[in-house]
Nanobody, 122 residues
Framework: QVQLVESGGGLVQPGDSLSLSCAAS????????MGWFRQAPGKDREFVAG???????AYTDSVRGRFSVARDYAANTVSLQMNNLKPEDTAVYYC????????????????WGKGTLVTVSS
């Protein structure tokens, strides 16, 4: 079956940078969007960043200018470069894939990873 596996989470201080990666297996997502969502303690899961079939990207307002999403079609991976991290970025970050676009309007994606924890604390 299809699997998405995140890596790269950890404990960092405010202002630090961190890069997350997601490796997909079981099928190719070269014709689909891939992206990232997160869930902070006590909060609902929210969209973070997505990159579409042709490489166009989308970001939620709170991370725009700090985070960058990229994909490697051949490797079937998607990454999230996170810069100038803030305590409010603390969350479990989930990789997701499917459809043609992942953005603020995306719902009901078929494929999800199990998450990687990012903690931003001084």
């Amino acid at each position: 079956q299809v699997q998405l596996v995140e890596s790269g989470g950890g404990l960092v201080q405010p202002g630090d940078s961190l890069s997350l990666s997601c490796a997909a297996s079981g099928r190719s997502f070269m014709h689909n969007a891939m992206g990232w969502f997160r869930q902070a303690p006590g909060k609902d899961r929210e969209f973070v960043a997505g990159i579409g079939e042709l490489g166009s990207s989308a970001y939620t307002d709170s991370v725009r200018g700090r985070f960058s999403v990229a994909r490697d079609y051949a490797a079937n991976t998607v990454s999230l470069q996170m810069n100038n991290l803030k305590p409010e970025d603390t969350a479990v970050y989930y990789c997701a894939a499917g459809g043609r676009v992942i953005d603020e309007t995306t719902t009901n994606l078929d494929y999800w990873g199990k998450g990687t924890l990012v903690t931003v604390s001084s």
